[in-house]
C-alpha cells in the first residue's frame, strides 16, 4: 500500500513541474506533466536520454485523448475500445498543447491509457496527463519492480510508488496511425495477433538505426553490461569463463552454467514477460563472462520478448 500523504506529494510534484517514478502494469515509468516543457526536459537529463526518442504520454481514460491529439481514426478508435486501459500506445496526429520535447518534434505524439490503478489515481491526482519512459537510463533494462528504479537513480529521484512488481513486464506495444495501414512500432504487452484480429493486417516497422521509424527501434536497447548471444546452439564454453543462462524452460545442459534464470517453469509466455527483465539483471549482477539466452518461439508474447533479447545482443 502506498501512503496517501506520499501519494499526495507525488501528485503535487507533478503539477508542480517535478518528477515522480510510478508503477504501471507493464514496466515502472518516470513522470513528469506532458503539458510542460520544462518538467519534460528533466526527464531527458536524468535518464540521460537522447532528444531525438520521443515520449508516451499517459492519460487516465480515453477521454483524456481528443485534449491531446487531433484525429482518431477508426481502427484506433477500435483498439481502444478493445485494449484500454492495457499496454497500447497509440501514435496519432499531436495537437499543438502537446510540446515538442515530448514528441522529439514530431507531428504524432504516442499515447496510453495504462491499466494500472495507481498510475491511473496519479493522472487524475495530479490533473494532467503524464509524459513517462520506463524508469532506467537510456539503453537500460526497463525497471519492472520500485527497487529496479531505486538501484539506477538512487537519490536522484525524490519520489518512487512502490506497488509491487508488474504484472505485464514488457512495454507497451506501440501502433503507429500515420500511414492509412497501422503500424507496428514496437511488439509489447498486447500481441499483434490480438491487434489484427480488431483491426486487420498491420505492417511492422523495419530496425534501422540510420532513420528509425520509431526512435525506441535502436537496434541497441534494453541491454545489460555483459555480453549476451541468443542461441538455441550448444555452443562450445570455453571452460576459464563464467556463462549464464537465460532460458523459457528448464534446460538439459544447465551444469555447464555457473547461473541459469528459467523464465517460466510452468511455460507460460506471460510468466516469462513478467520475468524476463528482472531475470537479466539478476545474471548482469552475477559477474558473468557472458549470457547464452535461448530464443522462444515468435508468437503472441514471444514476439515481444525476441525483440528485447535481440537488442539486448546487439552490439
Ligand atoms: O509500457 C510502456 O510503454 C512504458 C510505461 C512506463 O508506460 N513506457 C515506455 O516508454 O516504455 P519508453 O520511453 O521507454 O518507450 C517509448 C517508445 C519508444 O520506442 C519511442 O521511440 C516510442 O515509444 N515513441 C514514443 N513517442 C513516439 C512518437 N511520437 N512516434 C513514434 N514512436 C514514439
Ligand atoms: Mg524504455
Known sequence: MIPDSLFQRAAQTIREGGLVSFPTETVYGLGANALDAAAVAGIFEIKGRPRFDPLIVHIASSEGLSQLVIAVPSPA?????????????????????????????????????????????????????????????FGCVSPTTADHVREQFGDQ??????????????????VSFVEPQPMLLRPGGVTLEEIERVVGPVSIAPTDDVQPVSPGQLSRHYAPSTPLVVSDQRLTLPPSKRYGLLTFQPADDGERFAAIEVLSPSGSMREAASNLFAALRRLDAANLDGIVARPVPEVGLGRAIMDRLRRAAAR
Open 77 to 137: 478508435r477500435e483498439l481502444i475500445r478493445r485494449f484500454w486501459p492495457g499496454p497500447l500506445s497509440l501514435v496519432l496526429p499531436k495537437r499543438p498543447v502537446v510540446p515538442d520535447i515530448v514528441t522529439a518534434g514530431l507531428a504524432q505524439v504516442a499515447v496510453r491509457c495504462p491499466a494500472h490503478d495507481v498510475a491511473r489515481a496519479l493522472i487524475e491526482a495530479a490533473g494532467v496527463p503524464i509524459a513517462a519512459p520506463s524508469a532506467n537510463r
Open 157 to 174: 529521484l525524490e519520489i518512487v510508488l512502490d506497488a509491487g512488481p508488474c504484472d505485464i513486464g514488457v512495454e507497451s506495444t506501440v
